[in-house]
């Protein structure tokens, strides 16, 4: 069974983030990036699973420029067999990521889709739902549990309510969550390996798809500052100032 | 401080990542707890075998992680010390300096049975070679080891043993001939030999490694524990000098960083007469200082690490290296305390440690003294 995990390159999340002075979006040159913190947890998925043998081969893929070559190297020290690297460099819009990522899932018959519930830098939280919407197929998104079996996976999901327990066909799209499991460390052997693995690169047009024009940032503005706190000494005080901002 | 550099490249940063996401999650929070109980759990040496640090620099037929030159050992230093504990680094890695001579000269059947269970966590190695006689002059050691059939029968005591209280195999120098370094060998004793004692060692810092006293009254040891060649201890220790001493060196930087961090931090986040502390110039001044010897530092730390990397000897070098280091970690911490005012003479701050940590660089591994009479020499003077 063939497993394409997809990865995103995000600013690291110990890094400050800062919004560029123009409004045009947050500063990322010359600042820290590395794998999205829920696509490790689905490379880490994958990987437990092929341990399991439930999977045979893990693709890790990827789309984006030159420097998301970084990425897919981690991806493969991880323990992916091969990656695939959508090299587009510029902006990418949400749905041409996701159509690509369809493509090519499709271009490799690969069973399953794993991919990160969301991506730390933007939050959108849609990516596998697109995959699946374009493919047509069934989806088990925010995943805190796995298990295949033969054609089919049932996926634990953390909703508002509880736990809920999805059981779908293969092929599917599931989209890991916080809790899924805890990333492995990559050992420095693995990671001088991944250098010898091989990268496919790809484009839209090797897959067939047309950049189209969807969402348009017309302004980045970073939260208001936090105002300066007060100390109060009792608890009447507190009360008293949490009245007076109309809290209680 | 993520720049491009000649001495560390992707491989490097990829395994920063990972040490820095291990001392987050398995040392930072743990501490004050280990410091209170005078040691760290072997669990964690299971866990840092797990996540693949405590192999770095090892042969691969010891069971070790090879990699091409010192700096990933420099790395781990650096990422272990943003713990802002010595003690720790001290005792997790004291194989670090217990198994470099069985690793370089001892028999495939040494490496397999004392390095490897090391390096896979499930024991503890120590280093004993200074003596309550006294350290600096190794070639002097007293504790003895008289032949006896296939044995050699060691008595005689040991002091200042990092990770001497748990420590399951103990790499130990002892007199197996006569005066000076020409009569030192380097055995390995279990220990769980009868005649074994040990009795812990309360210090100014390092509080969570154990340190131990060790008293060896007629213990029988296998003569194929002879670490190397009967009488050629000396240079098996001597081997791992350079590195050990490169390694100090990182650690002081990787400690006077932390200070400097930490000083910078609350420097600005600090008010005083109604201003951020850092918004008065002798503040920044101090900072700039502080800075300035941490570049110098490092640039000397890493061109000497190149150096060695790159299978010179450069021993007046590595000895001028510690000392400017862990002198110039002395004058860091200083300065960081003096910023943090009363908050950083208190329990429980990170420079606060740090300061009460300075000393036991200048003294371990080579002190101050002997490591300028070994640079003056190695200079022709
Ligand atoms: C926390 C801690 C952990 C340690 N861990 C280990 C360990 O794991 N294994 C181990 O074997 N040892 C260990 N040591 C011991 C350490 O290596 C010795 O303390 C060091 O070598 C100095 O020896 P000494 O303490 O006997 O001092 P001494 O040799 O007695 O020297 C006392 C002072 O005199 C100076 N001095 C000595 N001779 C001369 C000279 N000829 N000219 C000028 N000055 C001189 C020294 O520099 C020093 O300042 C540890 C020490 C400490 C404090």
């Known amino acids: ?248 | 401080m993520t720049y491009a550099s000649p001495f560390y490249d992707k491989d490097h940063e990829e395994f920063r990542a990972q040490a820095r996401r291990f001392v987050e999650k398995e040392i930072s929070p743990n501490i004050e707890a280990w410091e209170t109980a005078g040691s760290i759990p072997r669990e964690l040496h299971q866990k840092a075998a797990e996540a693949g640090m405590l192999q770095v620099g090892f042969p691969e037929r010891c069971g070790g992680i090879e990699v091409p030159d010192l700096f990933y050992g420099v790395v781990l230093t650096e990422e272990l010390a943003r713990s802002g504990s010595g003690g720790v680094i001290a005792g997790l890695m004291s194989h670090g300096i217990a198994l470099p001579p069985i690793c370089h000269v001892g028999s495939p059947e040494l490496q397999a049975r004392y390095a490897r269970p090391v390096l896979e966590g499930r024991k503890i190695a120590a280093l004993a070679i200074t003596e309550p006689g006294g350290g600096s002059d190794v070639a002097n050691l007293k504790t003895r080891a008289e032949r006896d059939g296939d044995h050699y029968v060691v008595n005689g005591s040991k002091t200042f043993i990092t990770s001497g209280m748990r420590a399951d195999y103990l790499t130990c120098a002892v007199r197996t001939g006569g005066a000076g370094m020409g009569g030192v060998s380097l055995v390995v004793i279990e220990g769980d030999t009868p005649g074994l004692s040990r009795t812990p060692l309360d210090k100014m810092g390092w509080r969570c490694s154990d340190t131990a006293t060790l008293y060896f009254d007629n213990c029988r040891v296998p003569v194929a524990n002879l670490v190397g060649r009967e009488n050629q201890g000396f240079m098996a220790i001597m081997l791992n000098f350079n590195q050990e001493r490169i390694m100090l060196a990182a650690q002081a930087y990787a400690f006077a960083k932390v200070c400097y961090d930490e000083a910078m931090d609350y420097a600005r986040s600090r008010e005083t007469f109604g201003k951020a502390l850092i918004r008065n110039q002798v503040i920044r001044h101090k900072l700039v200082d502080m800075r300035m010897r941490l570049e110098a530092v490092k640039a000397n730390l890493d061109l000497v690490t190149w150096r060695v990397s790159n299978r010179q000897i450069p021993i007046a070098e590595v000895c001028m290296l510690k000392n400017f280091a862990c002198t110039s970690l002395e004058w860091i911490a200083n300065e960081a305390m003096q910023v943090f005012g009363g908050a950083g003479y208190l329990r429980g701050a990170k420079v606060e440690r740090i300061y009460r940590e300075t000393k036991v660089l200048t003294i371990g591994g080579g002190s101050l003294e002997i490591m300028k009479d070994l640079a003056a020499k190695q200079l022709g003077m």
């Open chain 1, 1 to 248: 069974m063939k497993a394409l995990v997809s990865v995103k390159r995000a600013v690291d999340y110990n890094v400050r983030i800062q919004v560029k002075p123009d409004g045009s979006g947050v500063v990322t040159e010359g600042v820290k990036h590395s794998m999205n913190p829920f696509d490790e947890i689905a490379m880490e998925e994958a990987v437990r699973l092929k341990e399991k043998g439930k999977i045979t081969e893990i693709i890790a893929i990827t789309v984006g420029g030159a420097k998301n070559e970084e990425t897919l190297r981690s991806a493969l020290a991880f323990g992916a067999d091969r990656a695939i690297h959508i090299k587009e460099e510029g902006e990418i819009q949400p749905l041409t990521a996701a159509k690509a990522l369809a493509a090519a899932f499709k271009k490799e018959g690969a069973q399953v889709f794993f991919a990160g519930k969301q991506a730390i830098d933007d939050d959108a939280n849609q990516t596998g739902q697109m995959v699946a919407s374009l493919l047509d197929l069934p989806q088990a998104t925010f995943a805190s549990k796995v298990e295949l079996d033969g054609n089919k996976a049932t996926v634990t999901r953390e909703v508002d309510a509880g736990l809920e327990t999805l059981e779908v066909d293969l092929p599917a799209v599931i989209t890991a969550d916080l809790r899924l499991n805890e990333p492995r460390y990559l050992k420095l052997p693995d990671i001088m390996k991944a250098k010898k693995k091989p990268i496919d690169v790809q484009s839209f047009s090797s897959l067939g798809v047309t950049p189209g024009a969807g969402l348009k940032t017309t302004k980045t503005s970073a939260p208001p500052k936090r105002s300066k706190g007060i100390v109060v000494k009792t608890v009447d005080e507190l009360v008293a100032a949490l009245k007076g901002k109309g809290l209680l």
